[in-house]
């Protein structure tokens, strides 16, 4: 069994992003097998390019603030309280374009995948 809290555990940046942090809270280091926990937080003016990973669907929950998720060809305004499915191989990004920063879970399937980045 492993409990952590948030505060225990250093923000890292998102590799291609901007102004978007992840906090790896439960992972295969923490012996999970089967998933993973992340939170993510994004800045105002932050940003994660359009991309997708083949081999999995994740899911998010939304925390706090409000701010654009592009999946396939939809764009969607989330808020806290939403949940997001984001299934295998589509095509997804993430906006934030208010002025509080934005936070959400992120569970995935605890094995290895690919995040390949896409051209809108």
């Known amino acids: 069994m492993v409990v952590k809290n948030v ?31 992340r939170k993510f937080t994004i800045k105002p003016g932050g940003r994660i390019p359009a991309h997708l990973h083949p081999e999995i669907e994740h899911v998010q929950y939304v925390l ?23 299934p295998r191989n589509s095509v997804h990004w993430y906006e934030n374009d208010g002025e509080e920063e934005a936070a959400f879970i992120c569970v995935i399937p605890r094995r290895e995948y690919t995040t390949k980045t896409v051209e809108l």
């Open 7 to 37: 505060g225990e555990v250093k923000p890292l940046p998102v590799d291609g992003a901007i102004d978007v942090f992840i906090i790896p809270l439960i992972t295969r280091f923490d012996g999970a097998q089967d998933m993973e926990l």
């Open 64 to 86: 706090r603030g409000s701010y654009l998720v592009g999946i396939g060809d939809k764009v969607y305004r989330v808020k806290e309280g939403d949940a997001i499915l984001i």
